[in-house]
């Protein structure tokens, strides 16, 4: 029989009994409880049912962040095999509510397959939330996807977004995922930053200031 391959080392039964030794509110267990139900399902039957989907989709957008970790990591599983998770996490990050597209790309990890996590990265990076646009560059980081970095800030900012070959430090203005790339991208043993052209704002800044003080 097909069993999904989890993606940490918490079982459904692990999670049920954290859920109810600390989760007070019996609807927001029941939502929770529901998604690892239809998760236990799909893993028993080696299909996914609508009915199943929808359950997890629901406990993965749910604005109670325990909640949405369980649902969210449950999502990961499914979509790591099967098709309609992948169609799932799309149908979030195209039309799905802010909180629900950051909880979904947070959760964005290797156990993907590497085509489609590209393709949910550079959704995420073209986000019109700045905090889903960052989660996607620390899914870069997480990933090794380097190529994807130049996605994340808008085109006006590229021309002032240049490649350094120098370490990065504390006080540089290095993009986020530097300290958490797990391929040493960005850090310093590689020597890959970006960083923002600071004469460029100072200049951008100044012109701001002279027109402010025009009568």
Known sequence: MFVIRPRSSITTDQYRDWLTRCVREPEKRRLALAALDAF??????????????????????SRYKPVSVIGTDLLMRVAGKYPEGQEAIRRILES??????????????????????????????????SRVRDQG?????????????????????????????????????????????????????????????TAARRSRNKRSMKASCQP
């Not at 929808?54 to 406990?59: D, H, K, L, Y």
């Not at 509510?97 to 073209?126: C, H, Y």
């Open 137 to 197: 560059a620390l899914a870069c980081g997480r990933l090794g996807l380097k190529e994807c970095y130049r996605l994340w800030r808008p085109v006006w900012m590229l021309s002032e977004i240049k490649m350094s070959k120098t370490p990065c430090d504390s006080s540089s203005p290095c993009f986020a995922m530097a300290t958490c790339c797990p391929t040493g991208m960005a850090s310093r043993n590689s020597g890959f930053r970006l960083q923002a052209d």
């Open 40 to 61: 236990d399902r799909v893993s028993g039957l080696g299909k996914v049912h609508p009915d199943d989907l929808a359950a997890i989709t629901e406990a993965a957008c």
């Open 96 to 129: 799905g509510p802010a909180t629900a597209r950051f909880q979904v790309t947070d959760a964005i990890t290797g156990d993907l397959p590497r085509a489609f996590a590209k393709a949910i990265i550079r959704m995420a990076l073209r986000d019109r939330g």
